[in-house]
Structures are given as C-alpha cells and as structure tokens.
C-alpha cells in the first residue's frame, strides 16, 4: 500500500512572481491522479513542490503544507533528498544519464543511497525495475550500452525503470509523453495502469483524452488571468469532471472551448 | 604552387552553387581558404628552417643529445636531458597543484556560487591571466621563493623527508618554486575553461539526479562531470601547453642550474630558460644548433601533447555528444 498526500494551502512562487496559490488537494494512494489546465496555469510548479524539487531553482519558494505519510514534507526536519527518494519524478524530456549505461541508470539511485547489494540482488533489481516500464525485452541483451543510444520512447520509459528501482511511495510524472510518439504513449500509458497496484501516481498532462484515459482523479487548474498565479479550480473523480463538473471553467476547458 | 592551391581548394572548399554570374563568392572562399592554408605553410616553414638551423647539432649528437646531460659551450658539448627533465617536471607538478584547485573553482562557481558572485569572482580568477609573466617572476623571486624556502619547504623536508623528492637542502628558489608560480599561472586557463564545460551542463540532467535523491555533491559527479570531461581536459591541456612554454618567471625562479636532482627543492633548468638565457651569448656553431634543437625538442613535446590531447577528447567527448542528445 503505497502512502497519499494532501496538500493544505500550497503555494509557490518564482522570486516575486506567484506561481500557483493556495491549493488544497487530497490525492488518494493507489490512484492515479491528473492534474489538467491551460499552459501557463502552474500545473508543473505545483507538482514540483510534492517533493520539493520546485525549491531548486534559485528564486524559488513554497509555503503551505505537504502531507505525505503523515508527515509535512516542508517541516524543518525533513530531509529534501530523503523526500525526493520516496516520491519519484519523471520528467517531460527524458533524461536518462547519457553516458552511463542501461543498467546503471536503472540502478543509479540505489548507489546514489548507498545501498550495497552483491551483484545477483541488484541485477534482479534492474530486470524488475526494467519489466514494470516495460522495456525489458527490449533492452535485455543491451544493458551494457549508453543510456543516451536508446530511442526517445524507450529513454523515458528507462527513466520509469530508473525512479522505480528505488523503491518510491509516490511517483511524479511531469507531461511524461509530450515528447513522444503514440506507440510509445501508448506503452507509457499501460505501464502507468499497471503501476497504480503499487504506487500513487500524479500525472500533469496537457492531453485530455490522456486524463480521462489513465486517471481515476483529475484535478484543474486555471490562472484566472494573465499575471495572476494558478488555483485549484475543481476536482473530484475522472468520471464527474468529465462528465458532469460544477464549475463552468471546468466544463469549457473539458469542452475545448479554451486552452 | 598554385595549382596545388587550386586542386586542394577543390576538394575541401564546401560546394557553392555559383552565384550568378558574380565573382564575390569565389574571390571570398578563395581568400578565406588561403587564410587558413597560410597557417599550414608558416608551421611547416617553421619546422623547415628549425631543423636546417639545428642540423649540425643532430649530425654531431644524433639521439644522444636526448639523452646526455652534459651542456658545455666552452667545450662545445651539448646534451638536453636535464632541460627537458625540468621542463617537464615543473610542468606536471604545477598541473599537480593547479587542476584540482581549478575544478574547485569551476565547479564552485558554475553550480554552486550566488549569482551575484558568480561573475566578479570569474573576472578576478580571469585577472590572473592578464598578468604579464615578468611581473609573476619578480614577485615569486622576492616573496614566493622566500616564502617557501622559510616555511613550506624546511616543512617538508623535515617530516616527509624520506622520501627523495622531498630530501636535500633548501634553498627557497628551485624547481618547486618554479612550479608553484607555474600553477598559479595556469590556474585561471583552466577554471576558466572548465567552468563554461560545467556551466554547460543540461538542467534536465541535474534535476535527474536531484530527483533521485542526490546531494549537491552527487549530483555534480553523476550529471555534471561526466558531460563536461572533454572539456575539462581540453582546459588541462591548454594549462600544460603554457606551462611547458613558460619562460620568464620560470627563468627567473627555476635556479638555471642544468642537473636532474631526486629533490623538487634542489635547483632546474627549463628549455625555455636555457634557450632565453643563452641565446644572446650566442654566436654561430655548434652552440647555436644546439639552442635551436632544443626549441625543436620543445615544439616536438607541445605538439605531442596535443595530439595525445585531442585523442583523449575525442575518445571520451565524442559518445558524450554523439548520445548525449545536445
């Protein structure tokens, strides 16, 4: 059983400028939640603070609380890079570390935490970790090659493998397919599906039909107007919102009638 | 001549779809490809009359000149090993000291300092190369020398003298001496460098591995370094090449004493400074040979290293670009 968040009042800023304000959101465990809104809206920002990678960027800050697993992420006490190891994050552009090869880009966070395995454990870790993207059998026979000669679809799907193999509570995924062609949406999507049996998802995704695809919740965010951060405008489960949301943004985003 | 200008010209110019009727882009590529061809010829002119100028000296000492020590121009006998020994050694000990001080100082800035002193603390180590050599000279022979003569060395000396290099009287000015100028001249060729190879590193790759749980520390190791080595070692090569070519300051504070000692205390010579120094004195003969071989030698040795150089970087930066995906 893999661990929620709720967050109480979160925003974020760059130096001056709001980014997103005051948003309170449960995302249950276990699920997948979307986060959906017009470009612009603070959708990434927001997720970039539920494990404290927003902070990173200098200028940046947050306020308000993270709750995950009972505890404040924000908290004084709380270790950043400890955060970061519990809740996973895949980026927009697939970034898997060039040089190193398949395997070791599977199995760099395990090092990163200093966890020393013999050899045989910390392959079965990389199979299992490569299985669940779901690039194993197309990767078994070159794990030794540079992480950089893979295809932009099976990149990312190696950085799935990479932020698995450290065992994350919660995984992140920041527009995870928008650089990718439908074939390897398609296996992303699938693998998202039977991740969810393990972990809690949180996807930001400007693809509605995405939303409604892989979701079970979905959230939408909107910046009002232009100059004004992003807020929560509505969310609820997958079916409602796009069936039957109650706020009339809601429904002519849904509706592509903006955005 | 100018039809081997001609016939290379065709097989290297890029192709140009002749424009119409105009003779700018011909008259353009032609001069620009002499420009750039002009660089061959004045190398191998170079090389040409260097070697006609030492040939009396080859004849005479044939390899051996390598490889004997002695240097005597009352007796008209020249060796170049010690020359090239303090060359080569002040050159690598001052890369010793000044490489892992420059990564330091480019790592530090490029990921680590405020903006706000990213760019004053930049100039200033970039000061340092604008210092003229002869002013490094002056100020190493009255307050580095004595400075180390006083303390580091006598330090040395006494609790790791045991081991060769660090055995033997000191004397203040010397082959450290020389090497510790030395690396503080090449310290700012090779932060500099460094640092825009590091400065270059994608974000993507760092918020990978921030993402996985890395500290500033791991993160420079694992999404830093590894896409900045090529050029990292282009920065070290750089240094080395001004370090092999120095000749003032290290003139000024080597000791101009053509021996090879076990001791880094105990006084050198360089090429450059047996070069700079003799070459006044000199008339015509063998001496001269002798002086011009060893420009020759020292040439021969930069040119090697940058070769061996360029191969390193190729060799470890080519995958970094060809998969690196930028």
Redo the contacts between chains.
């Keep these: 059983m893999a661990g929620s968040i709720t967050t109480n009042n979160l925003s974020a800023s760059f130096g001056d400028i709001r980014a997103v304000e005051g948003i309170s959101i449960e995302i249950p465990a276990n699920k997948v939640t979307a986060l959906i809104g017009p470009s612009g809206c603070g959708k990434s920002t927001f997720l970039r603070c539920l494990?404290r990678?927003h902070e990173?960027v200098?200028g940046a800050h947050a306020s308000g609380e993270v709750i995950w697993d009972g505890k404040n992420i924000y908290a004084p006490e709380m270790d950043a890079?400890?955060v970061?190891?519990g809740i996973?994050?895949v980026?927009q552009?697939p970034?898997?570390?060039?040089?190193?090869s398949v395997a070791d880009n599977v199995s760099?966070?395990l090092r990163?935490?200093g966890v020393r395995k013999n050899k045989a454990a910390m392959e079965e870790i990389i199979e299992r970790s490569l299985r669940m993207a779901a690039l194993w059998d197309e990767v078994k026979n070159k794990l030794g090659k540079?992480g950089?000669?893979l295809s932009g679809g099976q990149q990312q799907r190696l950085?799935i493998a990479?932020?698995l193999a450290?065992e994350p509570d919660v995984i992140l995924m920041d527009e995870p397919c928008s650089a990718l062609d439908p074939a390897s949406t398609q296996k992303i999507e699938d693998t998202i599906e039977e991740l969810k049996s393990d972990y809690t998802i949180v996807i930001v995704t400007h693809n509605m039909q995405q939303a409604a695809r892989v979701s079970d919740f979905t959230g939408f965010l909107l910046t009002r107007e232009s100059g004004e951060p992003g807020r929560l405008v509505e969310h609820g489960t997958t079916s409602k919102i796009f069936t039957m949301p109650d706020r009339k943004e809601t429904e002519n985003y849904i509706t592509g009638r903006f955005g | 001549m100018m039809s081997l200008v001609a016939q290379l010209r065709g097989k290297l110019a890029v192709k140009a779809k002749p424009a119409r009727g105009k003779l700018g882009d011909p008259v353009f590529s032609g001069l620009v490809f002499l420009a750039a061809f002009s660089i061959i010829i004045l190398m191998a002119l170079m090389v040409y009359k260097l070697a006609q100028v030492a040939m009396p000296s080859i004849r005479e000492f044939g390899l051996g000149f390598i490889s004997s020590s002695e240097w005597d121009p009352v007796k008209e006998v020249f060796g170049a090993e010690p020359f090239i020994y303090g060359t080569i050694v002040s050159s690598l000990l001052a890369l010793i000291m000044a490489v892992p001080l420059s990564l330091g100082i480019a790592i530090f800035l490029s990921q680590f300092a405020p903006?706000w002193l990213q760019s004053p603390l930049g100039f200033v180590v970039e000061l340092l190369a604008a210092i003229p050599s002869v002013v490094y000279g002056l100020w190493g022979i009255f307050v580095l020398a004595p400075f180390l003569g006083r303390t580091v060395e006598p330090f040395l000396s006494d609790h790791l003298g045991f081991i060769p290099i660090f055995a033997g009287p000191v004397y203040g000015v010397g082959l450290f001496a020389a090497s510790v100028v030395l690396a503080i001249m090449i310290l700012p060729t090779i932060s500099a460098i460094s640092r825009e190879s590091m400065r270059n590193a994608?974000r993507?790759?760092k918020?990978?591995?921030?993402?996985?749980?890395?500290?500033p520390w791991?993160t420079v190791r694992?999404?830093v370094l590894?896409?900045a080595r090529p050029g990292i070692i282009g920065a070290v090569i750089l240094g080395l090449g001004r370090a092999l070519g120095e000749t003032m300051a290290v003139t000024m504070l080597i000791g101009n004493r053509p021996e090879i000692s076990a001791s880094i205390f105990a006084p050198a010579y360089s090429i450059a400074s047996v070069i700079a120094n003799e070459f006044a004195e000199v008339t015509a003969g063998l001496h001269m040979a002798a002086l011009v071989e060893l420009a020759l030698i020292l040439l021969v040795i930069t040119l090697l290293l940058n070769l061996l150089a360029r191969l390193l970087v190729q060799k470890t930066g080519s995958?970094?670009l060809?998969?690196?995906?930028r």
């Excluded at chain 1, 970034?95 to 190193?100: H, I, Q, S």
């Excluded at chain 2, 060809?322 to 995906?325: H, I, L, Q, T």
């Design positions: 494990n990678m990173l200098p890079t400890a970061r190891r996973g994050m980026f552009k970034n898997p570390f060039p040089l190193m760099a966070g990163l935490a540079p950089g000669s950085c990479r932020a450290v | 903006r994608p993507e790759q918020e990978a591995a921030q993402a996985l749980g890395a500290t791991e694992i999404a590894p896409l995958r970094a060809r998969k690196g995906g």
